[in-house]
């Protein structure tokens, strides 16, 4: 299967701070990146996704980076709330099936 | 609008015994799909469906079997419940086979086989 890997299983970051959720992928072919949040007893959420033929895109406070040459992912949150604190995953993969990372935990201290 | 649907939230099993996780979606979506989720690992694809009638296997299908008769519904067998098959099952369903669009996730439901 897929090597999806995060850097970093956990993160704590002051409110207000920005934060940024690493993730290396193994498969240069993946053609779609995913990130979704997982709250505690909750189904994972969908964040924001990204084509390979992109290299960057942004939603609202969040901001999904592709870089190809390294076959890295990262998200970043924008004046990070206590409500982000979450599980967050990356996926990637192709037309039918997707690879999860195992997730970073991230802490928004108050 | 209730989204994905699974019941039930927490099931125990004997070894052995055999049983069905349900699915259901109100959206719409010819995209549904199974994941199993254990600790320390991400989520891993168990069987996935690109519309009714139409099912094919992820990365771990072995001890599930599924089938899509409606569009709506999407149920997961266990066939003989394993130890290893404790876990968190969560479904999934979306617009389409790609990932680009929202993937919609149920609650999850909790498995442990004893």
């Known amino acids: 299967g897929e090597s999806v890997g995060l850097h970093l299983p956990t993160l704590s970051v002051q409110e207000g701070d920005n934060s940024i959720i690493n993730c290396a992928y193994s498969?240069?072919?993946?053609?779609?990146f995913i990130w979704y949040k997982q709250e505690s007893g909750k189904g994972p959420q969908f964040i924001i996704d990204?084509?390979?033929?992109?290299d960057k895109r942004q939603g609202q406070r969040v901001t999904v980076l592709l870089n190809k040459t390294v076959k890295h992912l990262s998200l970043q949150i924008a004046a990070t709330q206590p409500g982000d604190s979450a599980v967050y995953f990356c996926a990637e993969g192709d037309r039918n099936q997707f690879y999860f990372g195992t997730g970073t935990s991230l802490t928004v201290i108050p | 609008n209730a989204g994905v649907t699974q019941t039930p939230k927490f099931q125990v099993l004997k070894t052995g015994q055999s049983m069905t996780l349900q699915c259901a979606q109100d959206?719409?979506?010819?995209?549904m799909s199974w994941y199993r989720q254990d600790p320390g690992m991400g989520l891993r694809l168990i069987h996935y469906?690109?519309?009714?009638?139409?099912?094919d296997q992820g990365e771990v299908p072995n001890g599930y079997n599924v089938s899509r008769s409606t569009t709506e519904d999407f149920p997961l067998r266990l066939l003989s419940a394993a130890p290893s098959q404790t876990s968190v099952y969560f479904c999934?369903?979306?617009?389409?086979?790609?990932?680009?669009?929202?993937?919609?996730f149920g609650q999850g439901t909790r498995l442990t086989v004893v």
């Open positions: 469906s690109v519309g009714a009638g139409i099912t």
């Open positions: 999934a369903s979306s617009y389409s086979l790609v990932g680009v669009g929202e993937a919609f």
């Open positions: 959206m719409n979506h010819e995209y």
């Open positions: 498969n240069s072919a993946s053609d779609y």
């Open positions: 990204i084509r390979s033929n992109m």
